[in-house]
């Protein structure tokens, strides 16, 4: 490249005016004296050479000084035109420069307009010094004047490469006074933005509800829990708080008895006997509206319960005894086994199993599955039957007889009850301070309490949840059943006569017929919305004929389920937890079925038939007895 193409660097941003005017005067000067470095080369005198003849002399010099003239002229024009060119690049240049100066300067005076706007009111003085960024300027004696500074900084300007920053020229303390503001206030406007976006969602939202009425934000349901027990609840909870919610606006489908329990946003609906599986629920809780008032609603939900499991045990006298876990087509796993099992219950997460040993009887709780077993303590060495469970009350009960036993000693056939887990003692059932033998009993569904007849023929009942003692309701011969979720006992009163037993008052009326009348029954067992009805057909002189399982309704009507010829014998009926289902348990062939050698002795060969109670169809026949629907064991 030539120096013809050589320009002055430009600086990359704006200069003080003494800098720019210094940049001119040296681009002119480099300017001036690149021509005349281009005028001194051209005025050299060419080589010289020998002419021939005199007359050539003359002529070559007339041509040589023609030439030189007319060098010189396109020299000063050239040069000329370019001192023309560069004075208009650097008056254009520092225009540009002068031009961005100004910018700047406005730039900042805005700045400090800015800052002192928005100067943050006083605070509390700091602990520590704090560093003034800018001080009042006071001329020292030996000071240069200011005239003579700014000539030198005219005289040794020069160009610079590093980008320019308005606040190099300060202290770095001084800057922090005039960024802080600014920062301060681009935060404060961005919590403050923040604020009131959601300020405004919120204000959105909460006039789409008052517009809308309430809804349901969350619904909470055990659905497998609600067909094993009664008092299990759906909790509708809305998004704003409601006002009172009347029972008669709550209705549920298919229909079901139930309690209602509102506060603030819930709205609990609490059904007081147990759930059909395999059945889709809706509650509909209709003309909701906010407790600050607004237009009403209807909140609606829907659940589907779970398909029905049972366990039941099968006997084996040639092998191990063992209990499944079965559904209602029969496809089943055994879930624990023992050389002898003689009763088991189950809950909603534990099996309870009596098994039979050499020197007595052992107390087994197990996971559903069979897993993690443990022992519970017994009240010494010896036997138990009868062993049924209390869910809510966390309590195992049974009969317990010491292994020995005389005229004068031993304990023989007390009731007890202790805790699922183990952590307490066996307690034995006193009555007028006495551990009273007890011929029949069953735990009151729902509760920890325990309904009883001694072999005095006294019936009593005892809350193990509180210490209010032992309630005597007369005499009576046997238990037939209680009713889940109402607190009634079917009992047959000494004189054979049946009633229903409020146990909550002590008040009874007698059992009503069914319409057609079956009958006596020899047992009855209730389930929501009915009983389950034994009876036994007798030719004239008295001898069984045959036996059926009677379903009759509330309303007294009556529908037979299971009927079975004199050769068989039905053994057991109950119910699933809703009355869904029916368990009839048959020993075929009775007189050529042998009975066992267990503490609870049954026919070796046994089976459960499965009835839905809505067609009054069999479902399937299992092999084996003690369906985990029935609240305890078969007995005689």
Known sequence: MSTDDERPEVPAVPQTRAEMRAAREAAEAAEAERIERALATHHEPEPRVEEPRADADETSARDAAAREAAAREAAARDAAAREAAVREAGDREVAEQEAAARKMAAFEAAAREDAEATALPSVPLPTEPVVVGAAPFVASPDAPDAADTEAEAEADAEPRDEAFDPADSRDPSAREPARTPATSRRFLLTIGAVLGVLVLVGTVFGIVSLLQGPRISEVQVDAAQAIESSGSRVILTANQALADIDPEQVTVEPAVPFTVDASGRGVGVRFTVPLDDSTKYTVRVAD?????????????????????????????????????????????????????????????????????????????????????????????????????????????????????????????????????????????????????????????????????????????????????????????????????????????????????????????????????????????????????????????????????????????????????????????????????????????????????????????????????????????????????????????
């Open 288 to 636: 909701v509206t906010g407790a600050g008032g607004g237009p009403s609603t209807t909140l609606t939900t829907s659940f589907e319960t779970p398909a029905s499991h049972i366990f039941i045990l099968r006997r084996d006298v040639d092998g191990k005894d063992k209990i499944f876990l079965t559904d209602l087509k029969g496809d089943g796993v055994a879930v624990y086994e023992h050389d002898k099992i003689n009763d088991f219950r189950a809950t909603s997460n534990q099996l309870v199993v009596a098994v039979e040993e050499d020197d007595g009887s052992r107390l087994i709780v197990m996971d559903r599955d069979g897993g993690n077993q443990r022992e519970l303590k017994l009240p010494g060495d010896g036997y138990v039957g009868a062993v049924q469970v209390s869910e809510r009350g966390g309590l195992v009960g049974y009969s317990y007889s010491d292994r020995e036993l005389s005229d004068d000693e031993g304990r023989a056939s007390v009731l007890v009850t202790q805790s699922l887990n183990g952590k307490d003692d066996p307690q034995v059932i006193e009555v007028a301070g006495k551990e009273a033998s007890v011929f029949v009993w069953q735990f009151v569904p729902d509760s920890a309490a325990v309904l009883f007849i001694d072999f005095d023929g006294a019936l009593s009942l005892v809350d193990r949840s509180t210490d209010a003692g032992v309630q005597s309701l007369g005499l009576a011969a046997t238990i037939q059943g209680i009713s889940r979720g109402t607190y009634t006992a079917i009992v047959e009163r000494l004189d054979a006569t049946v009633v229903e037993l409020n146990l909550a008052d002590g008040s009874e009326e007698p059992l009503a017929a069914s319409d057609p009348d079956y009958g006596t029954a020899s047992s009855i067992t209730p389930y929501p919305g009915g009983t389950l009805r034994h009876v036994v057909s007798r030719d004239d002189a008295g001898l069984p004929i045959g036996q059926a399982v009677i379903r009759v309704d509330d309303d007294g009507t009556a529908t037979p389920l299971v009927e079975v010829s004199s050769a068989d014998s039905i053994l057991q009926a109950c119910a699933s937890p809703s009355g869904q289902y029916a368990a009839v348990v048959v020993a075929p062939d009775l007189a050529s079925n042998p009975y066992d050698g267990m503490l609870l002795p049954l026919p070796e060969n046994v089976e459960t038939h499965l009835i839905d109670m809505e067609s009054g169809k069999e479902m399937v026949a299992l092999t084996g007895f003690d369906a985990s629907w029935c609240q305890t064991a078969p007995r005689f």
